[in-house]
Nanobody, 128 residues
Framework: VQLQASGGGLAQAGGSLRLSCKTS???????????MGWFRQATGKEREFVAT????????AYADSVKGRFTISRDNAGNAVYLQMDNLGPSDTAVYYC???????????????????WGQGTLVTVSS
């Protein structure tokens, strides 16, 4: 049961990066409903919600700080989730983590404690 995040790196302000998170091991997609999300943690700060997408037909959710700039998506099989990040700024610099959880109610999907599986993190650095 693993989540493997990739795609981080160095970008200039205004640039773009695309993060990927692929699952392996247990077939996450067999669950009736689940959420796959992205969180980030900057140095000296707490981990914060970025975006999440569910297997069911709910609209993806975004943090206000990334809304309109970031887009979360998943493959049809539900085994991978992506985060397209556009118009990056220095405040987006952080380690980005993907996460997976089942049975998360909508009102709690921004809470990292609700996610039971986590990837190792990928560093995104944005220079001004």
């Amino acid at each position: 049961v693993q989540l493997q995040a990739s795609g981080g790196g160095l970008a200039q302000a205004g640039g773009s990066l695309r993060l990927s998170c692929k699952t392996s091991g247990r077939a996450f997609s067999t669950f009736r409903d689940y959420a796959m999300g992205w969180f980030r943690q900057a140095t000296g700060k707490e981990r914060e919600f970025v975006a999440t997408i569910r297997r069911s037909g709910y609209t993806p959710a975004y943090a206000d700080s990334v809304k309109g700039r970031f887009t979360i998506s998943r493959d049809n099989a539900g085994n991978a989730v992506y985060l397209q990040m556009d118009n990056l700024g220095p405040s987006d610099t952080a380690v980005y983590y993907c996460a997976w959880g089942k049975g998360i109610i909508l009102s709690s999907q921004r809470d990292p404690t609700q996610y039971e599986h986590w990837g190792q993190g990928t560093l995104v650095t944005v220079s001004s």
